[in-house]
Structure formats: C-alpha cells, structure tokens
C-alpha cells in the first residue's frame, strides 16, 4: 500500500510542477507578455512607427519622462514620440539586461544612432550612444506608467546645451549706493 501511495504522491507532484505558469527562462505568462509589450515600444523608435502603441501602452498610461514633464495619455505619447525620432536617424537599441515580474518590465538598453539637428548638447552629425534604463509597470498586458533613468554624464550634457528658462532680475535698489548724510 505504501508503495501505491507514493507513486500516486510522485505522480500529483509531477503533474502539478508540469501546469505551472512559468514559461523558458523562469519568467510567467504575464511577465513575457509584459516583456514583450516593452520590446515593441522600444523596436517602434527603431522604425519611427507608432501606429500599432495602442496594443502596447494603456490609452490613459503616463509617460515620466518627458522633455517637459509627465506625457499623459496615448495619444500625446505618440505626438511628443514622433518628434523625439525627428532627431535621430539610424537608431539602434541594444539590450543589456532584462528583469521583469507580473507588474514591472526594468530594461537597461543602449541607445545608437547619429543626431539629425542640433540639440541637446549635440550637433547634427553627431553619433548618439547613450545608456538609460527604462522602468515601465503594466496591468492587463499593457504599459500604464513609464520612467526613464540616464547615466549621470549624459544628464550634465543635455542639462548643460539648455537655456535658462528663467532670470531673476536685480532688485532695483541693489544697484545704487546709499549716501551718508
């Protein structure tokens, strides 16, 4: 009897441990699907085409790292996307590492291309070759939040081709002396 009882036991084990959700390389079917959704935004800047990010990106998702601030919405990513792809031509993505679970897909990518105009510390003409790392959550398949996390370098030269947005005027009285009496 004990030895029935065993086999049914190894058998039950097997049988759960085969009707796992887990897919090849430890990661679930959530997670690849998530994955995935991040490999194809990414592959969009490539082609320049955004037509098809309303099947990878929530349409009330919210972009973090915009040039101005959080992007809010699709429709709006696909606008402030296509004029970022307006500066480069030729660019290439080269993922570093991956880490990804049901809820988030953390990316460390490198970017290449040559710039097409001036900006952002650089001429036309220039190569980019930048490191980010790119933070996107998910629910249901689809991106909802979205960060971007550039090497310290890189930041300062960007930072440093920007004008000042704003100068703080000399107060009126601290331009003249005062006479004794």
Not at 10 to 18: A, D, T
Not at 64 to 69: Q, V
Not at 109 to 125: I, L, V
Not at 161 to 176: E, G, I, L, R
Request: with cysteine.
């Amino acid at each position: 009897m004990k030895k029935y009882v065993s086999l049914l036991a190894l058998g039950v084990i097997c049988f759960c441990s085969s009707c796992n959700t887990k897919t090849e390389g430890g990661l679930s079917a959530t997670a690849q699907k998530n994955v995935n959704a991040m490999d194809s935004v990414t592959k969009s800047f490539e082609t320049k085409d955004f037509s098809r990010l309303g099947d990878f990106i929530a349409a009330d998702g919210v972009d973090h790292a915009g040039e101005k601030g959080d992007i809010k919405g699709l429709d709006s990513m696909k606008v402030e996307f296509a004029k970022s792809v307006a500066e480069f031509d030729n660019q290439q993505t080269e993922i570093i590492k991956q880490l990804a679970d049901d809820d988030y897909v953390m990316s460390w990518e490198r970017y290449s291309g040559t710039y097409t105009k001036d900006g952002m510390g650089h001429k036309a003409g220039d190569k980019l070759d930048m490191k980010v790392l790119e933070l996107a959550k998910f629910k249901d398949g689809k991106a909802t939040e979205h960060w971007s996390f550039m090497e310290p370098a890189d930041v300062v030269k960007i930072m440093s081709s920007m004008q000042p947005q704003m100068s703080m005027p000399m107060p009126a009285d601290s331009t003249k002396t005062k006479k004794k009496k």
